[in-house]
T-cell receptor, first 115, second 111 residues
Framework: EPEVTQTPSHQVTQMGQEVILRCVPI?????FYWYRQILGQKVEFLVS????????KSEIFDDQFSVERPDGSNFTLKIRSTKLEDSAMYFC?????????????FGAGSRLTVL | GQSLEQPSEVTAVEGAIVQINCTYQ??????LSWYQQHDGGAPTFLSY????GLEETGRFSSFLSRSDSYGYLLLQELQMKDSASYFC????????????FGSGTRLLVRP
């Protein structure tokens, strides 16, 4: 079964450093997303991406964050100048294949720990 | 804005049936989804309702009433492996197909 892959699975960084989280969405999907989940809390929408541009972003997705699809397969989330409160699990997701755009397939997540 | 309400915790016995309710207040509602998440895992799609009524997939069923802004997930013949968090999520009538998640219901299945 096709899956969304994310790297790294866990990253520890110092406050103020930049991190890049990487995702390979399912190959025939058209819509890509980043979500985050602070431990024990709900899954929060960050940004959606379609046709090589951001289609929507949440209030959380401020100037500290950026996304890029540098080639035909990778989808990255960059967090500049990390803060302690950025510590969370970050999930990449994609949709738009045979199951339709409304069914999101999530990756296993990247756990970010900011010290 | 959007808001979704679901119980924070439910406990049930193996083999039993459990219903997890979700009420929502949104503008531009399009559909209601359910996702399962085991501890440390990713959300996994269970079901999607865009129309009123019941959708059945094996032991799991999902119901939607658009007029009542209400839906539920029904889990039958509970197994220990069903212990997980269950999230309802709304899709909106916009171009992004993003999901807005509820706070989740933690289901504990006891022997």
């Amino acid at each position: 079964e096709p899956e969304v892959t994310q790297t790294p699975s866990h990253q520890v960084t110092q406050m103020g450093q930049e991190v890049i989280l990487r995702c390979v969405p399912i190959s025939n999907h058209l819509y890509f997303y980043w979500y985050r989940q602070i431990l024990g809390q709900k899954v929060e929408f960050l940004v959606s991406f379609y046709n090589n541009e951001i289609s929507e972003k949440s209030e959380i997705f401020d100037d500290q964050f950026s996304v890029e699809r540098p080639d035909g397969s990778n989808f990255t989330l960059k967090i500049r100048s990390t803060k302690l409160e950025d510590s969370a699990m970050y999930f990449c997701a994609s949709s738009g294949g045979v199951n339709g755009a409304n069914v999101l397939t999530f990756g296993a997540g990247s756990r970010l720990t900011v010290l | 804005g959007q808001s979704l309400e679901q119980p924070s915790e439910v406990t049930a016995v193996e083999g039993a049936i459990v219903q997890i309710n979700c009420t929502y207040q949104t503008s531009g509602f399009y559909g209601l989804s359910w996702y399962q998440q085991h501890d440390g895992g990713a959300p996994t799609f269970l079901s999607y309702n865009a129309l009123d009524g019941l959708e059945e997939t094996g032991r799991f069923s999902s119901f939607l009433s658009r007029s009542d802004s209400y839906g539920y997930l029904l889990l039958q013949e509970l197994q220990m492996k069903d212990s997980a968090s269950y999230f309802c999520a709304v899709s909106l009538m916009d171009s992004s197909y993003k999901l807005i998640f509820g706070s989740g219901t933690r289901l504990l299945v006891r022997p």
